[in-house]
């Protein structure tokens, strides 16, 4: 069998990258382009999904000059998720897609709530109700777009809305599928009627589900003249960035952890059968017939959040050495709440915003960045603790995505689960989501019969031990961070 040449491409929050990788692993070319999403007070987020295809196309372009594209075996498309994305009938996007983090529609969430009854969104689909999810953004569509929603063919994910546009077909994969609460039912893996009638839209918007690596279409003419992909290549359903880098870490069966450190973090636990918690995020894995929770808080974009405000271009090699050269024992009781647009699992607050209390004169910008770390690294465990009431225990995380280049922020990770955390980077450098997307072409091509094949993809890595004083010292933080939050969260708006 000739050696398969596998594209992966992901459409991130804040760009769009692609690789070509080999069958063993190795990556023969990556580019990536950025697209920087509209954010505007009060938690919205937009973004221009044409914008994701031209820059996909130009990635592609920068990609053929390096690797044979024409050649390619299969496609695999990733992407943030859940994210909104109104599909015209010629496939042309209608408005600004609504971004995942986007949280205007938190007077929608409760009154399809209400309209569900109690435990009524769990029931479906195993997942609370809350503006994060699909189903209150678009009802907030129905609501204050109704010209785009009634000329609407499809609401697309981001990556289903690349796959579109290589292969001509809609269509949802059950990763995000679950994550389009109360619109899916979990347990017929199937549409639900009952949940499309609380959020007011018809089942129609919805694409027809797939796994995600079933082959769905192929690249269309005109795909291949836009991005020099191979007309008739397969292109696969793909699947959500969060589920690809944990296929992309390798991390397969129950027992196993992820921590994917991209502009959102999340907290990934495979499951052989749902157990469904909805403090925390119910989804399903890619490649596999496996299930996944998540524990989701923000992470990459705090970072960025943060030299913005504070250290504008300062390179981020200078603010990790001031945290790390910093001694624990000065941080007092300085505690950072990286809240900046709501926060998901497992308090679930769409009003929670970020809180930074316990300064004292003798603290500079490196406590406050290492304050902010642990922040971050909290929010993991805070997700730990109610995965732990479930059985859930875990000896190693895997560390994967751009955030995880910081070291000083996998030990505070290690420090903060009482977990050694192993970093190996993804795929020769390429990262674990982009990893995850050639993986499930290339079980799509027949290339491989499972997700297994994902183990023989990784490097070594860097690990990581849990220190146990810092540990202990955590653990206050943790403590004092829980009532921090409770002592300043807001009341809801009626």
């Not at 190795?26 to 990536?32: D, E, I, S, T």
């Not at 009938?89 to 897609?97: F, V």
């Not at 970072?303 to 405000?309: I, S």
């Not at 995505?401 to 990770?413: E, I």
């Amino acid at each position: 069998m000739a050696s398969a040449l596998l594209v992966g491409i992901d459409v991130g929050t804040t760009g769009v990258r692609a690789a070509a990788f080999d069958e063993r692993g190795r990556v023969l070319a990556q580019a990536g382009r950025d697209c920087p999403p509209s954010i505007a007070a009060g938690g919205r987020g937009e973004a221009d999904a044409n914008a994701w295809w031209e820059a996909a196309c130009s990635a592609l372009a920068e990609l053929g000059a390096r690797a044979p594209l024409a050649n390619v075996d299969a496609i695999g498309v990733t992407g943030q998720a859940p994210t909104a994305v109104l599909i015209g009938g010629e496939g042309e996007p209608l408005r600004s897609a609504v971004l995942w983090f986007d949280v205007r529609a938190e007077a929608e969430a409760r009154r399809i709530d209400a309209s569900l009854g109690p435990g009524g969104a769990e029931a479906i689909g195993g997942n609370r109700m809350h503006a994060y999810y699909l189903g209150p953004k678009v009802a907030w569509l129905a609501a204050h777009d109704a010209g785009a929603l009634d000329r609407a063919r499809f609401v697309l994910e981001p990556h289903s809305f690349l796959v579109m546009r290589l292969s001509g077909v809609a269509v949802c994969d059950l990763s995000t599928a679950m994550l389009s609460a109360p619109l899916f039912d979990a347990r017929a893996l199937a549409w639900s009627e009952a949940g499309a009638r609380a959020c007011g839209i018809p089942t129609r918007l919805l694409p027809p589900l797939a796994r995600s690596h079933d082959v769905v279409g192929a690249v269309t003419r005109a795909a291949a003249a836009a991005t020099g992909l191979r007309e008739g290549a397969p292109v696969v359903a793909g699947g959500g960035d969060f589920a690809a880098s944990t296929l992309g870490s390798g991390v397969i069966d129950e027992g196993e952890a992820c921590v994917m450190l991209g502009t959102a973090g999340n907290l990934l636990m495979p499951m052989n059968t749902p157990r469904f918690d909805a403090r925390l995020i119910q989804s399903h894995h890619v490649g596999s017939d496996r299930w996944l929770a998540l524990g989701g808080t923000l992470c990459g974009a705090a970072l960025e959040w943060f030299r913005g405000a504070c250290a504008p271009g300062v390179p981020w090699e200078t603010l990790e050495a001031e945290a790390a050269a910093t001694d624990p024992r000065d941080m007092g009781d300085l505690t950072f709440l990286p809240y900046l647009h709501g926060e998901r699992t497992p308090v679930w607050d769409e009003r929670a915003r970020g809180v930074l209390a316990g300064i004292d004169g003798g603290h500079g910008r490196g406590h406050l960045y290492r304050a902010l770390l642990e922040g971050i690294a909290l929010g993991f465990r805070h997700c730990l603790a109610v995965a732990e009431e479930h059985g859930a225990r875990f000896t190693e995380v895997v560390a994967a995505n751009g955030a995880g280049k910081s070291a000083l922020l996998r030990q505070t990770l290690a420090d903060a689960l009482g977990a050694a955390v192993t970093w190996r980077g993804g795929a020769a450098g390429a990262g674990a989501t982009l990893a995850g997307a050639a993986l499930l072409a290339g079980i799509g091509a027949g290339r491989w019969t499972g997700p297994e094949i994902a183990r023989t993809w990784q490097e070594p890595g860097v690990r990581h031990e849990p220190d146990p004083r810092a540990h202990e010292r955590l653990e206050k933080v943790f403590v004092r961070r829980t009532a921090l939050y409770e002592a300043t969260r807001s009341s809801p708006s009626t």
